[in-house]
């Protein structure tokens, strides 16, 4: 028997003092274990890193082309110092990955970001057996419930459609990894071109010379030979980082119609707050039956949960005989946060 926690949490990061590695480190670390390649949890100034395959390219573009970068496949086991280490899918979004980590008796999951309803494009979330479990809980309230992603798009390609029928340009906010492919898969391509801010264009271009197979899209030029002029854009869906909105870039569309894809938009007041005309209720994270689905497959009896309504959701699964604490973490900064809802909301 072991006689202390294989993972420890640290003001570095998750910790594995056996192997002597972290997992998702928020400080300079020699061995780091990406679970993906979001910014809150693949951080620059790693010694060496280690990720799924589909993750390094990103990496490479986000952190610089001269990190000490090795991938990894799903289910590929490694050992170091005795712990097994391997990858499995998260579904949250390419390249995701769940670490499992088994020493003796325990076996640790750390599921970092995850979605289990399969999207098509990110390997399909897996459940894994453990004894400890890592959770993330962005979602973790009852009121977070996704409907399927096919009746998103549905919505999404009738707000484009009706645009385009008039001749406006239909723009829309998605992360530029992760969210932007995963609508650029998902809507119907035959109501006009696909348009992309170069933030998520380059993100693109990177995943498609990994390998990823990625429909269509075309990069907004502004300046040169080569520029669009606004009646480029007249049937166009623009796909743009939220942090394009409000910002000279989006003038050259003229008069267009926002859109605005997130989990968060199933808050009300949400899509107001952020002057948006149509709010998409499609998140990449798990929502709340999802979470517990999740958090039941693993057999787990210690379940720690990390950034998201953590407090709210640890509390309920002490609730449900699961021993379970909230763990600090700084992960959580890559996406919008959003007020908890009010008392009629919940």
């Not at 970092?112 to 479990?133: N, R, S």
């Not at 998902?186 to 109501?191: C, S, Y």
């Not at 900064?333 to 009010?342: A, G, I, K, V």
Request: charged letters at 20%; one cysteine or more.
């Amino acid at each position: 028997m072991t006689s202390k926690a294989l993972l420890k949490f640290t003001p570095s990061g998750i910790y594995c003092e056996q192997a002597d590695v972290f997992i998702d480190p928020w400080r300079r670390v020699k061995r780091a274990l990406i679970t993906h390649a979001h910014s809150d949890h693949a951080r620059w100034g790693m010694e060496a890193y280690l990720a799924h395959n589909h993750s390094i390219p990103v990496m490479r573009l986000r952190l610089g082309k001269d990190i000490r970068a090795q991938g990894i496949e799903y289910n590929q086991s490694i050992r170091i110092n005795g712990v097994e280490i391997s990858f499995h899918p998260a579904g949250h979004i390419i390249g995701s990955s769940q670490i499992r980590l088994a020493y003796q008796d325990q076996i640790w999951v750390v599921s970092g970001d995850y979605k289990v309803e399969d999207d098509g494009l990110a390997t399909a979330f897996e459940p894994i057996t453990c004894t400890h479990f890592i959770t993330e809980s962005t979602f973790g309230l009852p009121v977070y419930r996704w409907s399927p992603q096919e009746e998103v798009f549905s919505q999404i390609n009738d707000w484009w459609a009706s645009n385009a029928a008039v001749g406006r340009p239909s723009l829309i906010t998605a992360y530029s990894l992760g969210k932007a492919q995963r609508i650029l898969q998902g809507v119907d391509h035959e109501i006009g071109p696909v348009f992309t801010h170069g933030a998520v264009e380059n993100t693109n271009e990177v995943l498609r010379k990994a390998g990823i197979q990625l429909k269509a899209s075309r990069q907004v030029i502004g300046q040169g030979p080569d520029a669009h002029k606004k009646k480029d854009f007249q049937n166009a869906l623009i796909i743009a980082p939220p942090s394009a909105v409000g910002s000279a870039w989006v003038k050259r569309f003229g008069t267009h119609s926002l859109g605005m894809a997130s989990g968060w938009m199933s808050l009300r007041g949400a899509r107001r707050r952020r002057a948006a005309d149509r709010g998409f209720i499609l998140s990449d994270h798990a929502d709340w039956d999802g979470l517990n689905w999740a958090v039941q497959e693993t057999g787990a009896e210690y379940v720690y949960v990390t950034h998201g309504y953590s407090e709210i959701y640890s509390r309920w699964l002490r609730e449900q005989g699961y021993k379970s604490q909230v763990v600090e973490t700084l992960f959580g900064e890559e996406e919008e946060q959003e007020p908890s809802p009010t008392l009629d909301q919940k």
